[in-house]
């Protein structure tokens, strides 16, 4: 069974920030792109960064590019999603994905 629990959230000022964990079990995990993905208050789930099986392709969405970056440790069995000059429409619930396997997501909360 897949299991993917994140890690990291909490509040930070504008400005600031966040890195985000996902430990992944259950599965070879290096044999998956993984992904964040995210869903603010009263809007849809959308895509925030994925990375490539072997973390050498990442792709991320427009209004997260340039200052969010996406890693994975296939040792570790890990991806992290380090999040900088966070601004308060970044206010989400984090969700760590692998291929149909979600985790049940961590709160970021972005406000002075």
């Known amino acids: 069974q897949v299991q993917l629990v994140e890690s990291g959230g909490g509040l930070v000022q504008p400005g600031g920030s966040l890195r985000l964990s996902c430990a992944a079990s259950?599965?070879?995990?290096?044999?998956?792109?993984m992904g964040w993905f995210r869903q603010a208050p009263g809007k849809e789930h959308e895509f925030v960064a994925a990375?490539?099986?072997?973390?050498?392709?990442?792709s991320y969405a427009d209004s997260v590019k340039g200052r969010f970056t996406i890693s994975r440790d296939n040792a570790k069995t890990a991806v992290s999603l380090q999040m900088n000059s966070l601004k308060p429409e970044d206010t989400a619930v984090y969700y760590c994905?692998?291929?149909?396997?979600w985790g049940k997501g961590t709160l970021v909360t972005v406000s002075s």
């Open positions: 994905n692998s291929g149909s396997e």
């Open positions: 259950g599965h070879i995990f290096s044999n998956y792109a």
């Open positions: 990375i490539s099986r072997s973390g050498d392709m990442t």
